[in-house]
């Protein structure tokens, strides 16, 4: 059976690749051979990705859909959880996720069993999507939180991240000047990015 790969890490984090050894594992043990790869670094709460676009206009019905974890899919709202579920399900793609086992029954068909597990299965999947959610904005909450004490301590304290972000931005830009026929993936690996940054710079860029 045809599997797609899905790595995602999120833009603080440049390491999406990182479960890829132990997702091929888990493939080749359950006798499941790679159709394709997809990795990118940018949020789980957006919808909008390249790569998970990529993946679910390129696999086929039937074929499994792999991912590490529900955080690595979705961290993403109620509606936009229930969007991506549907798009799912529509596309006729088995959602398995590496860490939940009752998700790996969806492999092969198992009569009445095999429909049971997939109603419990769906209630978990559901369960981790808002645990995955809720965890993400408490962790938002954080930092705000964060900030706001820095502020209060020190009225003349500026975030850092304003400076990095020019200067990648400025860099990715020279990459895209110097080189315009280089592919996305080459030029966020240059300018050590993500993807879906440089793709951002390059929209914001043309629109601006």
């Known amino acids: 059976m045809n599997t797609h790969l899905y790595l995602r890490a999120s833009t603080k984090d440049q ?22 790869i997809y990795s990118e670094n ?21 074929e499994v859909l792999l991912v590490e974890s529900v955080d690595r899919l979705s961290r993403l709202s109620q509606a936009d959880w229930e969007t991506l579920k549907a798009t799912i399900k529509d596309k006729g793609l088995r959602l398995v996720i590496a860490d939940l086992p009752t998700s790996h029954m969806l492999i092969e068909d198992k009569g009445i069993t095999g429909q049971i597990m997939e109603v419990i ?36 304290w500026k975030p850092t ?42 929209r914001e860029t043309k629109a601006s």
């Not at 132990?22 to 499941?32: V, W």
């Not at 940018?42 to 039937?62: F, V, Y």
């Not at 991240?161 to 000047?177: H, P």
Request: charge should be positive; include cysteine; glycine fraction near 6%.
């Open 15 to 36: 390491d999406a690749l990182r479960a890829k050894a132990s997702l091929e594992a888990f493939a080749a043990d359950k006798n499941l051979a790679l159709a394709g």
């Open 42 to 62: 940018i949020s789980g709460t957006k919808l909008n990705r390249p790569e998970l676009i990529r993946l679910l206009n390129t696999a086929e019905k039937g």
């Open 121 to 156: 299965n769906n209630m978990l999947l559901d369960l981790m999507a808002t645990m995955a959610r809720l965890d993400q904005e408490k962790r938002v909450e954080r930092i705000q939180e964060g900030l706001k004490n820095k502020k209060l301590v020190d009225p003349e």
């Open 161 to 202: 991240g304003k400076a990095k972000d020019k200067e990648l931005w400025g860099k990715v830009q020279a990459l895209i000047a110097k080189h315009p026929a280089m592919s996305a993936d080459d030029v966020a690996k240059l300018a050590e990015c993500g993807v879906a940054t440089v793709y951002r710079i390059k």
